[in-house]
């Protein structure tokens, strides 16, 4: 199989290049494939000719959207836009990744797909946009939504904590609740779901619904630190964007591709530390 990754710099796209590495893969990042382009998302589809595209590109600063609106769209929403047109044009399904934040945690319970999005934040929105799009221009489409996304590579959550282990005590947030998701774990089951054709929005996370806090407290506990985690309210951290109390996802899918339990995401990113 041909496959066309997007964003293939961060976090996902390494795990989903490494994953797929038996098929023909073109890891596009950034530098390589603007997809806010639609001229330049044209040709590279044209060009390359997959199979499959896979957009891992995304606009990720959850709280500089709030003052960078138009970016966040350009690459959240026109991004998609661009190559859902491009993969319709040739018949092609189109891989969409997108996030729990497009929910507002109202409803106190984890989210499945078939929930109503109610974004709260010009990211969320963005992200929100980029899903219509991909539905609207290209019936081939796997919208695949995530949360709290974690790697090794790149900038992420638990790599902030690490960092601040030379300073303690760690502070992290315990009113705050989603589904952790290792970058390897997603990427293993996008590479099911392509082989699908079963069309249509999966919540993809690691399984079960936890906060910031104990995702701390169980990698500093595994990887034996003595550092302090103290649990702090949300409103320790006053942010511009506004987050959803609690984002924790459910799928009523194909089980088959569900995702390990969050603590295993946790388990296998503190071995891949090394």
């Not at 390494?14 to 893969?25: D, G, K, N």
């Not at 790599?159 to 009113?175: F, G, T």
């Not at 929005?201 to 103290?230: C, K, N, P």
């Not at 942010?239 to 089980?255: C, E, F, G, N």
Request: glycine share 6%; aromatic share 8%; net charge neutral.
């Amino acid at each position: 199989m041909k496959i066309l990754i997007t964003g293939a710099a961060g976090q996902l796209g390494r795990a989903l290049t490494a994953e797929l590495a038996a098929h023909e893969v073109e890891a596009a990042s950034h530098q390589r494939l603007d997809i806010t382009r639609l001229d330049d998302v044209r040709e590279a589809v044209a060009g390359f000719a997959p199979d499959v595209v896979i957009n891992a590109a995304a606009y990720n600063y959850v709280d500089r959207a709030e003052h960078e609106a138009i970016e966040a769209y350009r690459v959240n929403a026109l991004g998609p836009r661009n190559l859902a047109l491009a993969t319709a044009a040739v018949e092609i399904p189109l891989v969409h990744v997108s996030t729990d934040y497009v929910f507002d945690g109202g409803a106190g319970r984890p989210y499945h797909e078939f929930d109503q999005p109610h974004p709260l934040s010009i990211y969320a929105a963005s992200k929100f946009s980029g899903e219509l799009a991909v539905k609207e221009l290209n019936q081939r489409h796997y919208i695949v939504r995530t949360a709290w996304l974690f790697h090794v590579h790149g900038r992420n959550f638990l790599s902030l904590m690490l960092s601040l282990n030379r300073q303690p005590p760690v502070k992290a947030v315990d009113d705050q609740f989603s589904s952790p998701t290792y970058a390897p774990h997603l990427a293993r089951a996008i590479a099911k779901l392509i082989k699908t054709q079963a069309y249509g929005v999966y919540h993809i996370a690691g399984q079960g619904g936890t906060s910031r806090f104990e995702m701390t407290r169980l990698l500093f506990s595994i990887l034996g630190l003595q550092t302090e985690v103290v649990a702090v309210p949300h409103t320790e951290f006053p942010a511009p964007a506004k987050r959803p109390r609690y984002s924790v996802l459910t799928t009523i899918q194909d089980p088959q591709i569900l995702l390990p339990p969050w603590q295993e995401g946790i388990h296998a990113f503190a071995r891949a530390l090394g």
